[in-house]
């Protein structure tokens, strides 16, 4: 548990923490606030399976692991539900904007255009989110302000 805790990074890791947390966070709320056009009425029309069960269940994974992040506690494993996560929302709605056609069974939105460009610009907080979560799977929640920092510094001190 402690490898799982223990973090050398620095203190500005605070700021990617809070803000991949309070995206995931909010767009989990949001999948239940607005059901239809965030949570299970848009999972359907995207073309992922089980909608009335997949949007809440991902609404409760980017509310819980986003909290997580929040308060930098279990960072690393928070982290990693969420990556899967925009994984999935990369490919079930930004790589059919690329390929300008449905791709295995997820839809095409009606955009003005298709291709790289026009899935960049769609994709460009979700590439964040990305990258934001695996750079917290890979160096924790930082030093300073998190609770991983301090239960590593508790449980060292209490060895010691």
Not at 12 to 18: D, E, M, P, S
Not at 132 to 146: C, D, E, M, P, T
């Amino acid at each position: 548990m402690s490898k799982l805790l223990r973090t050398t990074a620095p203190p500005a890791t605070l700021l990617v923490r809070l803000s991949v947390g309070a995206v995931f966070w909010s767009e989990g709320i949001q999948k239940f606030l607005f059901a239809e056009a965030q949570g299970a009425g848009r999972f359907a029309k995207i073309g992922i399976p089980a909608p009335d069960v997949m949007g809440p269940f991902v609404g409760c994974v980017e509310i819980v692991c986003g909290a997580l992040l929040l308060i930098g506690f279990l960072t690393r494993l928070a982290a990693i539900p969420l990556i899967i996560d925009i994984s999935i929302a990369i490919l079930s709605t930004k790589v059919p904007i690329l390929l300008g056609h449905g791709f295995w069974g997820f839809s095409l939105p009606k955009l003005a255009n298709y291709g790289f460009w026009s899935m960049a610009h769609e994709a460009r907080t979700d590439f964040c989110m990305l990258l934001g979560s695996l750079f917290l799977l890979i160096v924790g929640a930082g030093r300073k302000w998190s609770l991983d920092a301090r239960l590593t510094r508790e449980r060292i001190q209490s060895i010691a």
